[in-house]
């Protein structure tokens, strides 16, 4: 720093002066004492401006574990259990600024607060508790139900939200980078509590269902309906049903046409890309990337990856979703053809063992290996724990899986859901599922005696349709309506629904419940 002031003096020593005025004002430049002041007063400057910006963003100075703190929030409750519920304030502005870009969310929370459909509803749920999750768990309350809340998963939690939530009054069980034993430990809370009992579960991924159902049978036979919004949890549901053991009705909101197309597509889309720029800085131009699975997740991910000059190719077991990547431009590969070539390997079938060890063990230095579907089961990481392997933590959720050899393969969010362990997902579309969720839960809790058995559902047309109008204002769009005639012609009802059931608004028919999330 000096060797550049003392240059820059040098340098302007010859400077032409027009007048005394711009000599005496050029001379205000700081002296060496001066400048060691403005030095220090920069970098604490930047010190602060940073301090401020990680206070409520990065509890990692704190090791103590939530089960082992004792919080109250400002109600006297302590019915919850947070990272640090004095956090609430900062978490509530990350759910103002989502409420801004879920304005059909918050329409229907203003359209049906009045009626309170919810009223007794007493709902435990298990999702990502994000700024997004929040604004739906706030409209559950408006609607008139009571919630319990936990997380799908041990790194997604925004921990601010959570407290946010906690301090409202939402009893809530949660924080980013729980143990497993935490993970069942707060499901377990969420539905153990004396004097209260679940009546309507939302779930993403089964474990809750699962939970209820091997633990609590006598709550599981007593819940009125289930809403279950990921293919793992779905596969679940359509497994104790085949079985004869589903005693209460489900609602797939998966394969509901607005959750598939627009969640699974267009939200995974743009997060693939926000998830692995903040874990590795990574440039996509010429990368080679496979991407496993080419259902709607994988659909989103090639597409993205394509758009900034990656070089995708994409494996799949589903010859029409083949054909499908084909005509859009990929080729369709077995992963032990291209492994060695690869920069990333990306998983998201829902499957299991799609990654293993002996692909693993054949990846080039530096490989970036995640998944994106919601389980932790596509990549074997297990495999990975052995004593000859080293793991070195990078950052958060970035680990170098070194090999003896000196091999480095980078390990994002130890093969958990990429997008919401290491980023986050676009306001909008989490607006949509969030309101098909809503509905769905309205649904199940109000249908009169014998519409639904004890069988999994899909979301009715009609209700698709209307989430799909209450997000059309946000772009100014204005639907044509059909005449008398034309709707004769058609044999449609003017008002809907427009198509059929068995219309999946595909670019090609594909098999059901093959595409995973």
């Known amino acids: 720093v000096n060797y550049s002031f003392n240059y820059m003096q040098m340098c302007c020593s010859h400077i032409q002066f027009a007048n005394q005025e711009e000599k005496q004002e050029f001379s205000k430049f700081p002296t060496k004492t001066g400048r060691r002041s403005l030095s220090r007063s920069i970098s604490q400057s930047s010190t602060d401006s940073y301090s401020s910006a990680a206070s409520y963003t990065d509890s990692s100075d704190d090791e103590t574990s939530p089960r082992e703190k004792s919080q109250v929030n400002s109600k006297g409750s302590s019915d919850f259990c947070v990272k640090n519920i004095k956090q609430a304030e900062f978490g509530r502005r990350e759910i103002e600024i989502a409420e801004q870009d879920m304005s059909a969310l918050i329409s229907l929370r203003k359209r049906a607060q009045g009626e309170k459909p919810l009223a007794g509803a007493k709902v435990v749920g298990c999702t990502h508790i994000t700024a997004q999750t929040a604004v739906l768990i706030e409209t559950l309350v ?171 190719c994409v494996t799949e077991i589903d010859p029409i979703c083949a054909l499908q990547a084909c005509m859009d431009g990929f080729k369709v590969v077995k992963l032990n053809e291209v492994v060695r070539q690869m920069d990333m390997v990306i998983t998201c079938t829902g499957n299991k063992n799609v990654v293993t060890r002996e692909h693993l063990d054949r990846m080039k230095i530096g490989c970036i290996v995640c998944n994106m579907g919601h389980s932790n089961t596509e990549i074997d990481v297990a495999s990975l724990r052995t004593p000859e392997l080293t793991w070195e933590r990078v950052r958060s959720q970035v680990d170098h899986v070194i090999w003896p050899d000196g091999k480095r393969v980078i390990l994002l969010a130890e093969g958990r859901l990429l997008n919401l362990s290491c980023s986050t997902v676009p306001s909008f579309v989490l607006s949509i599922t969030a309101t098909t969720q809503a509905l769905a839960l309205i649904e199940l809790y109000n249908a009169p005696e014998g519409r639904y058995k004890q069988d999994v559902y899909l979301l009715p047309k009609k209700m698709d349709e209307y989430v799909a109008s209450l997000h059309l204002p946000n772009f100014d769009a204005h639907l044509t309506e059909l005449s008398d005639e034309q709707a004769k012609y058609m044999g449609l009802n003017k008002n809907g629904p427009f198509k059929p059931n068995y219309y999946r608004y595909e670019r090609g028919f594909k098999t059901p419940h093959i595409d995973y999330d």
């Open 142 to 312: 408006a609607l008139g139900a009571q919630c319990r809340w936990t997380a799908c998963n041990i790194y997604s939690t925004q921990n601010e939200v959570a407290a946010a939530l906690a301090e409202s009054g939402v009893s809530v069980f949660a924080w980013k980078g729980e143990s497993e034993d935490d993970f069942w430990w707060c499901i377990d809370r969420c539905v153990n509590m004396e004097g209260w009992q679940a009546n309507m579960i939302l779930d993403d991924g089964g474990d809750l269902t699962h939970w209820v159902y091997k633990k609590y049978p006598s709550v599981f036979k007593k819940v009125r309906g289930i809403v279950e919004e990921s293919v793992t949890g779905v596969h679940r549901l359509y497994q104790l049903s085949k079985a004869g053991k589903l005693c209460v009705p489900a609602m797939n909101v998966n394969d509901s046409v607005t959750k598939q197309k627009f969640d699974n597509l267009y939200c995974c889309r743009e997060s693939i890309l926000d998830g692995l720029k903040r874990t590795t800085d990574v440039m996509f131009g010429g990368k080679q990337v496979v991407v496993c699975g080419y259902g709607e997740v994988g659909k989103g991910c090639c597409s993205a990856l394509k758009a900034l000059g990656a070089i995708v």
